[in-house]
DNA sequence: CCGATTTCCGCAATCGTTCCCGAAAACAAT
DNA sequence: ATTGTTTTCGGGAACGATTGCGGAAATCGG
C-alpha cells in the first residue's frame, strides 16, 4: 500500500534524490544518459507514481481550476462543463466540479473547499443573485479570479459570459404574439436569479407592446424544474385560468408544464403553444418538440475558460463582459 | 496572492507553529483556552485558510474518493454520482468526478490521474470489459479499492453492483411478446460491453421460449447514444425490415429511435412498441413515455458508497456482488 | 599536460502541515 | 520544601517532491 517514492529509487541505485527527480522531469537535462536510464526502469519495476500533492504543494501551484454550477442534472450545464474540461485539460489545467444543487449554503462550502485545495480560478453559475456576494468578493480579493457564467451577479467585478436575456425573451414573446396567440402566460424563474428578472421583463414589455393583457395571475413563480413547471401548471388549471400559451424561464420547468398539459388533453400547440429560453437538446428529444431560445453552450464555455486563463495569467486584466448571440429555435410546440 | 500560513500567525503571535496547528484543530487539547482564542482571532484577522494539500501530505490521506463513469450527459450516472457524493461527503470523503467519454484511452487517463492525487478509492463504471483490464487489476495489487457498478468487468475479484440483465431483458421481451408482438428487434449495445451481451442474450432467449423468428437483420448494433439510435432505425426502415416492436439496449438509443420513428409517422406503440433498459426520468419525460427496467440508481450508490468505504476500511474485506432487483415500468410506449 | 569549460550530481532548503517528544510551568499533595 | 501530576507549549523531524548552488568529474583546446 506504500507507494515507491523518489527516495526509495534513490536507494535503489545509491544516488541522491535530486537526480532521480530530474531524470524524471527534465529532458535530458543535467543527468547523464546512462543514469536516466536505470532511474527510469527502475522507476518502472518498482511502480513509481509521482505524488502530485507533493509536487503541488512544492511548486505552489495545483494547475487546478474548479467549476461550481447549480446542478449537472440537465444537459446544458454538463455539456458546458465537458467542453470546458476539454479545453482546460488541452492547456494542462486539471478540473474539479462541484454542484450546489440550488443551495445557496451548498455553493458557499463548494467554493471554501475549492480555495482549500487552492484552485487557481472558478468558474460559476450562481444560485443566488445575492446570499453569497461578500465570498466571491472576498475570494477576488484574494486575488483568486472568478469567472461568473450563465447565471451571473450584477456587482461585482469579474469577467462574465452570458447572453441578452431580456431581449431574448422580448423575442420568443413577439414571436408567439405574431403567431396569433393573445393569453401568454408566463412561467417565472426565482426572483433572485437575474436572469429570471430580465426574462420576466422582456416578457411584460413585449405583452406591453402589442397591447395585450397582463393580469397578475399570469406571471406564476415557477421555480427551475419538472415538478416546479407540472406544479405551476396544475395550479393554473385548478383556477380556471384561461391561456393559449407559455412562456417558460427554463427547459425544465417548461417539460413538466408540458406533461401536464398533456396529462390533461390539451393539444400542442393547437390550445396551447410552448416557448422557453435556455433550450437543449432535451427539447429535441420530446413530442412535440419545445421551441426555445438556444444559449451557445459551447461557445460559452470557449470564452470563460479563456477568460479565467487570462486571468490566471494576469489577474489585473480588465473585465471583460461577453454578451453572445442566443438562437432561437422553432419547433412543434409553436408551429401552427 | 500569498495565503497565510501557520506560520505567519505563529510569528504574529510570537508562538510557535505547534501550538498554532493544535489550536487550529484540535478541540481545546493541549492548548489553553486564551491561546487559543488569540489563535483564532489571529487566523481570522489574517484570512488564514488551511492548505489542503499540506494536511494530506503530511497525514497521507487524502479522504477522496474518485468516481468514473462513461458519460455524464443522461441522468442515470448523475443520478448515480449526486447520490454517492450526498453519502460520501457525509462520512467525511470527497468525491472527485470523471467521465471517459466511452474511450478506453480516456478512461486510463482519468484513473491514473486519480491514481497521481492519492484518491483512497474509486468507483467504476467502465466502457469496455477488457482493455483495461490490467490497469484495474495493477491498481487493485497496489491496494487501491476498486467498486465495479453498472458497468462491470467479469474476471476481476473487486466488489460489483449490477442487476440481472439477462433476466430483466428476457422479462421485457417477455412482456412484448404477450402484449402481441411477434417482430421484435433489437438495438443491441456494443459487444464490448458485458450488459450489452447479457441483454442481447435475453432477447435471444425470449424470442426462442416462444418459438419466434429471429433473423440477424432483427438485431442491430446500434450504440449507445441518441444519433446512434436515429441512425439504427433509419437503416431498418431504408432496408424495408418489417418490425413490430423495438427493444433497446439502453434509453438513449431508444429515444434516437422513437424519434425517428415519429419522424416517418409511425404510431407509437400501435405500429411499433418500444421498451429498453435503464431507464431514467427521461423515459417519463417524452411523449409517448418509454416503458424501461429503471436501475435501482439510489440503490446502486449507496450499495457502491458502502462497499467502497468498507473496502478503504479493510482492504481484504471479501469481494461481494450486490445484485440489485431492476423493476418495470410499464408506461406509453407498450400500453395498446 | 594543464587550465578552462562543460557535464553531472549531491547537499540542503523549501512548500505548509502534523505530531512525537521533551521541557517548562502550573498546580496539587504530602 | 519536595515530589508528583497535569497542562501548556516549543523543537524538530517527517510527508514527497523541486531547485539553486557548488563541487567533482569529464571533456576539450592548445
Redo the contacts with the bound molecule.
Keep these: 500500500m506504500?507507494?515507491t517514492?523518489?527516495?526509495d529509487i534513490a536507494k535503489e541505485l545509491?544516488?541522491?534524490?535530486?537526480?532521480v527527480?530530474?531524470a524524471?522531469?527534465d529532458d535530458d537535462y543535467?543527468?547523464?544518459?546512462?543514469?536516466?536510464q536505470k532511474i527510469l526502469e527502475a522507476a518502472e519495476r518498482l511502480g513509481?507514481?509521482?505524488?502530485e500533492l507533493?509536487?503541488n504543494?512544492?511548486?505552489?501551484s495545483t494547475r487546478t481550476i474548479g467549476i461550481v454550477v447549480p446542478e449537472m442534472i440537465t444537459p446544458f450545464y454538463m455539456n458546458f462543463i465537458t467542453r470546458a474540461q476539454e479545453i482546460l485539460n488541452k492547456a494542462g489545467y486539471r478540473v474539479t466540479l462541484a454542484q450546489s444543487h440550488e443551495d445557496v449554503e451548498a455553493e458557499r462550502l463548494n467554493l471554501q473547499m475549492m480555495e482549500d485545495y487552492r484552485v487557481e480560478g472558478i468558474l460559476i453559475s450562481v444560485c443566488h443573485d445575492k446570499k453569497n456576494h461578500e465570498l466571491y468578493q472576498s475570494l477576488l480579493d484574494k486575488h483568486i479570479p472568478l469567472v461568473f457564467f450563465d447565471r451571473t451577479v450584477a456587482d461585482i467585478s469579474a469577467p462574465k459570459v452570458q447572453i441578452n436575456d431580456y431581449i431574448k425573451a422580448f423575442f420568443m414573446v413577439e414571436y408567439l404574439i405574431r403567431s396569433g396567440k393573445q393569453r401568454i402566460v408566463h412561467l417565472a424563474g426565482p426572483s433572485y436569479i437575474q436572469n429570471a428578472n430580465e426574462r420576466k421583463k422582456g416578457y411584460k414589455d413585449a405583452l406591453e407592446k402589442f397591447h395585450l393583457p397582463c393580469p397578475p395571475e399570469y406571471i406564476v413563480d415557477a421555480g427551475v424544474n419538472f415538478a416546479d413547471g407540472e406544479r405551476a401548471v396544475e395550479g393554473l388549471i385548478r383556477q380556471g385560468v384561461s391561456f393559449d400559451a407559455i412562456f417558460g424561464f427554463t427547459e425544465m420547468s417548461v417539460l413538466g408544464a408540458k406533461s401536464c398539459l398533456q396529462r390533461h388533453h390539451y393539444h400542442i400547440p393547437e390550445d396551447v403553444a410552448i416557448g422557453c429560453i435556455s433550450g437543449t437538446e432535451l427539447c429535441k428529444l420530446v413530442h412535440p418538440s419545445i421551441t426555445a431560445v438556444e444559449q451557445p453552450v459551447m461557445q460559452m464555455a470557449e470564452e470563460a475558460s479563456r477568460l479565467i486563463m487570462e486571468k490566471i495569467k494576469d489577474f489585473s486584466a480588465v473585465d471583460e463582459t461577453v454578451i453572445l448571440e442566443a438562437e432561437m429555435v422553432v419547433r412543434e410546440s409553436t408551429l401552427l
Design positions: 506504500k507507494y517514492t523518489i527516495i545509491g544516488i541522491s534524490k535530486s537526480t527527480s530530474r524524471l522531469r543535467n543527468v547523464s544518459k546512462e543514469t536516466k513509481y507514481k509521482r505524488n507533493a509536487v504543494l512544492r511548486k505552489q
